[in-house]
């Protein structure tokens, strides 16, 4: 099993971590949002890449790759399962911002408005979304005034932001378990279902407009590749499974990736060709090159339920046991 070497880093978390991501869009890419089973804390990141780490030897959690982490929402929070960022979030321009949607187990979405400024309060509305547990979220990536979602009860929803309302609602034949919008691709969606099957719907139409199949009853996670709208990658029992929905509904390649159930694959937002995934039963996130049949990156932690990539950076960061960790895969996808 190869295990390559990247520099990492890590820094103090709650001691059980349901949700982490990185915001994908430009005005507030360094901040990482982190949901505890009591807490939402939205930190930012200021990171200190070289302009080559060719030479650097591996530093095990050691400094050098964080240059400053800073807290700037820390919201009392509960029964988060999944967290989205809004495309609205803006720390380049004043007022400063952070818009963010979570879903609970119990089916309501809160989304969370703050100004990102000393004693500001922090926003909440409600959405009684589902009658069962929302197991993703995503806001529209352009306007940020959709926010689609997918539960435990067999339906993926979409709604109008800023009131509350359903846009529209599809029916599902087994729990769905991803959902997301793709910047280059306005108006459509894809929602992934645990009995294997993943929809691209057209929002302006409300109907499906293609659909692929990994052919297994135990998907639980799919994504669409943000610089690469061909590509979609998926995890289904103790494999990865990847499509070029230009060229057929069959994967075009799958490969066991771990002894347990793999639980998550997602696609790095800086190189088309990496994605990661995480799974049982060690608790292993492998980071993969398509261009490698073995994984260019393996380590194991005490907690790996979630991941996130940077949207520019080389960058991952891991849910740990009371710590996230920081990873820069540099040296790793430089083929």
């Known amino acids: 099993m190869a295990s390559g070497k990247a520099n990492g880093c890590k820094v103090a978390a709650p001691s059980f971590i349901e949700a982490i991501a990185f915001c994908p869009f430009e005005n507030a890419e360094n901040l990482v949002a982190i949901a505890s089973r009591n807490r939402l804390c939205v930190g930012l990141c200021k990171f200190n890449l070289p302009e080559s780490n060719?030479?650097?030897?591996?530093?095990s959690f050691?400094?050098?790759?964080?240059?400053?982490y800073s807290m700037v929402l820390n919201v009392d929070v509960s029964d988060i399962n999944c967290i989205a960022w809004s495309p609205t979030s803006n720390m380049k321009h004043l007022p400063r911002s952070v818009v963010?949607?979570?879903?609970?187990?119990?089916g309501v979405v809160n989304i969370y408005t703050a100004d990102v400024k000393e004693n500001s309060e922090t926003e909440e509305s409600s959405i009684n979304a589902h009658k069962d547990c929302v197991n993703d979220l995503a806001f529209e990536p352009v306007e940020g005034q959709e926010l689609a979602t997918v539960?435990?009860?067999?339906?993926c929803k979409v709604w109008e932001v800023e009131s509350g309302e359903m846009c529209c609602s599809f029916p599902l034949q087994y729990p769905g378990v991803s959902v997301c919008w793709h910047p280059s691709q306005p108006g459509k969606f894809m929602v992934a279902e645990s009995g294997g099957r993943i929809r691209f719907y057209d929002f302006a139409s409300k109907q499906a407009v293609l659909s692929v199949d990994c052919k297994k009853q135990c998907l639980t996670s799919a994504d669409w590749c943000w610089l690469n709208q061909?590509?979609?990658?998926?995890?289904a029992d103790m494999e990865w499974y990847l499509w070029d929905i230009t060229k057929s509904s069959y994967p075009l390649e799958s490969q066991q990736s771990h002894n347990g159930v793999c639980g998550k694959m997602l696609w790095s937002k800086h190189?088309?060709?990496?994605?990661?995934?995480?799974?049982?039963?060690?608790n292993a996130v492998k980071i993969y090159h398509l261009g490698h049949r073995q994984p260019i990156l393996y380590k194991?932690?005490?907690t790996s339920a979630?991941?996130?990539w940077h949207r520019t950076l080389p960058i991952c960061a891991v849910a740990g046991n009371q710590a996230v960790h920081f990873y820069d895969v540099t040296v790793l996808t430089q083929f």
Do not use: I, N, W
């Open 300 to 302: 194991m932690h005490d």
């Open 306 to 308: 979630c991941a996130s």
């Open 100 to 106: 963010m949607g979570a879903g609970t187990k119990g």
């Open 151 to 155: 539960s435990d009860d067999m339906t």
């Open 54 to 59: 060719a030479e650097q030897d591996y530093r």
């Open 230 to 235: 061909s590509k979609v990658g998926a995890s």
């Open 62 to 68: 050691g400094g050098g790759l964080l240059e400053e």
């Open 271 to 282: 190189h088309e060709d990496v994605f990661l995934t995480l799974g049982g039963p060690k």
